[in-house]
């Protein structure tokens, strides 16, 4: 639907062409269309159908705390002050029974590994190398035999596989079971010094800023950045070659 059905349907609570320029901000797209006529996806039009006037009659306070709330659910991972640690704490605790905040270096693992997965696993399989490529051996050693039985299986007429299979059928499964590929352990370009990662995960250095000692602008740093392609891709086409 457009945007003007959308509102249509929303009655005007909500004035969404102010909302998208206000969510774009300050990225620089001269090519996203944000009138009226622009085309919309809406996974649930009863929700915004009810959240738009739910939230013209409730009080402010309440909105200021549920804006709090989000605060709190977003940041939280990030916080290293003491009386933020406590305070976070005490709200976790009465909002899912968590005790307490999780130490800070696990929260720092985890949002690097959701933030940025490549260079950390370029730093972890360096480290555990030999560990690794002892699994990966196993591991191709292992599917090198299913593949083998799988092939004697299938092309054995007087087998198993002729009971349920015809002759033409037995030779597409062989087929599809010589093309089928597999992956174990890591991608020989991730180790690689030489390949970029910045591109392969999407980043630019010029546009994040990462900070020795400052978690949590660097962590937001990265969260802009994301944020700010994710919007340059709207209304992107996709296809294979620009993946």
């Known amino acids: 639907m457009t945007l003007a059905e959308f509102k249509n349907l929303t009655e005007n609570y909500i004035d969404w062409t102010l909302l998208l320029r206000l969510h774009i901000g300050s990225v620089d797209i001269t090519d996203l269309p944000n009138d009226l006529n622009t085309t919309v996806v809406v996974k649930d039009i009863g929700y915004y159908q009810q959240i738009a006037p739910l939230i ?25 002050d003491g009386h933020l640690v406590a305070i976070t704490s005490q709200y976790l605790q009465r909002r899912t029974e968590v005790a307490r905040l999780r130490p800070l270096w696990r929260r720092c693992v985890d949002e690097t590994a959701r933030l940025l997965p490549l260079p950390l696993s370029r730093l972890y399989v360096g480290s555990q190398l030999p560990k690794i490529e002892k699994r990966k051996e196993a591991a191709h050693r292992l599917i090198a035999e299913l593949r083998l039985a799988l092939r004697e299986y299938l092309g054995d007429p007087q087998g198993s596989g002729s009971f349920w299979l015809d002759a033409e059928s037995r030779m597409e499964a062989l087929k599809k079971a010589e093309a089928t590929g597999y992956n ?10 030489s390949v970029n990662l910045d591109h392969r995960v999407g980043l630019n250095k010029d546009g994040i ?29 996709r296809s294979a070659s620009n993946e």
């Open 56 to 80: 013209e009659k409730t009080p402010l306070h309440l909105l200021y705390n549920y804006l709090g709330v989000r605060f709190l659910d977003a940041l939280a991972p990030t916080f290293a």
């Open 184 to 193: 174990v352990g890591y991608p020989k370009w991730l180790l690689n010094g």
């Open 209 to 237: 800023s990462i900070e020795s000692g400052n978690y949590l602008e660097s962590v937001l740093s990265v969260r802009r950045f994301r944020a700010a392609k994710e919007i340059r891709d709207l209304g992107r086409v």
